[in-house]
């Protein structure tokens, strides 16, 4: 047997759903902005409990458009060493300082501590990252603490589709979250992204940062210097497709998560998930002993392909990074980016194809003794 890091899954009925659009989409003549694309940010924003969505390009499009919104430039922004480079790229190009910060070894998440060991009289926002998933278990405290600072709270959202914490969504903590519908995301449109925000004024400007400046498509009137983050029709079409299935699709991984929790060997340390999570990712850390390298070999020749991580390298370490002068000093990123990996979950990965998995992995990780 054969288990592959990450299939994408669509079932027959939205392949169909898919074509049907897609054929109407053409016929119309409308393949960039248009219903499709208004009818995604309805629904993504309803099944978020939000009152505004601002469909984009992709996740990082996401984040430009907010850090851009909230006229950051000059102030520092916060935010977990051990997240894509996107997060870090939007605040840099607001024109605001990205200062990375170390995380919790619990959850991998940004915590409550090391954002007041970097916060400062110039601290103009705090980026959560819910990483694989997860809303750490001090989201309301950090909430308090930036509205207590009159500071943002921003919601990096690309894994946390289908997450919640205490029956809120990304998008209802902060000022706003940025979601990522990328290939390999939960829920994808192969590219794409969303602000999602109750914030109307930053709603407004979203659309407008997203059109070249313009309140909307069809004008010419620019108010603001800007680029095209637009969403196309077909995309949108797509993406919606995706989310008609959305309840399955998360039973599904939630399952498969709950049979690893009780199958999988303790030598595999979890990370504390206090959230209901869409798990995105299923993460766990090697004992310190074992090579991850090593490892993910071994495990893609007996059949078990592990999936990228989050993230193998933190962007402090990263090549052009390294000007930071930071190696060494966010010592648990460093650690558990260097043990973590992630197991396949994925709505189509049947009941043998799990059992596989982590007897797999169990059997692998035991030959270390």
């Known amino acids: 047997m054969e288990v592959k890091s990450l299939k994408i899954f669509f079932s027959k009925k939205q392949k169909d759903k898919i074509l049907k659009d897609v054929s109407d989409i053409l016929d119309s003549g ?36 907010i850090f851009r919104a909230l006229d950051l430039e000059g102030k520092e922004v916060i935010l977990p060493t051990n997240t894509f480079i996107a997060t870090y790229n939007s605040i840099h190009f607001a024109g605001a300082k990205p200062v990375l910060a170390d995380v919790s070894r619990n959850n991998m998440c940004l915590d409550l501590e090391n954002i007041k060991k970097n916060f400062n009289s110039n601290t103009g926002a705090v980026c959560l990252v819910h990483i694989g998933g997860v809303i750490t278990d001090e989201i309301h405290e950090i909430k308090k603490f930036c509205d207590d600072n009159k500071i943002y709270l921003i919601e990096d959202a690309a894994h946390g589709h289908g997450s919640s914490f205490d029956g809120k969504y990304p998008g209802q903590f902060g000022i706003a979250a940025a979601y990522s519908f990328f290939s390999t995301k939960t829920f994808t449109s192969g590219e794409g992204g969303m602000v999602l925000t109750n914030d109307k004024l930053l709603d407004e400007n979203c659309r407008r940062l997203r059109d070249y400046g313009k309140k909307s498509q069809w004008e010419s009137v620019h108010t603001v210097l800007s680029s095209n983050y637009r969403m196309s029709n077909i995309t949108a079409s797509v993406g919606l497709s995706h989310i008609s299935e959305i309840n399955e699709f998360l039973k599904k991984r939630r399952a498969i998560a709950k049979i690893y929790d009780e199958n999988l060997s303790q030598k595999f340390e979890r990370l504390k998930v206090n959230n209901l999570s869409g798990w995105y990712k299923y993460t766990v850390y090697l004992p310190k002993e074992v090579d991850r390298s090593e490892f993910k070999e071994k495990s893609k020749q007996k059949g078990v392909g592990l999936p990228g991580g989050v993230y193998d390298l933190p962007l402090h370490l990263q090549p052009v990074l390294k000007h930071l002068n930071l190696d060494g000093k966010l010592s648990i990123a460093e650690d558990v980016c260097s043990r973590h990996i992630c197991l396949p979950i994925y709505p189509n990965l049947d009941d043998k194809e799990v059992e596989f998995t982590y007897k797999t992995l169990n059997d692998l990780i035991d030959s270390y003794e």
């Open 30 to 65: 409308q393949l960039a902005a248009g219903k499709y694309v208004e009818k995604f940010e309805k629904e993504w924003s309803k099944i978020n409990n939000c009152n505004y969505g601002c469909a984009v390009s992709s996740g990082g499009s996401a984040l430009d458009v």
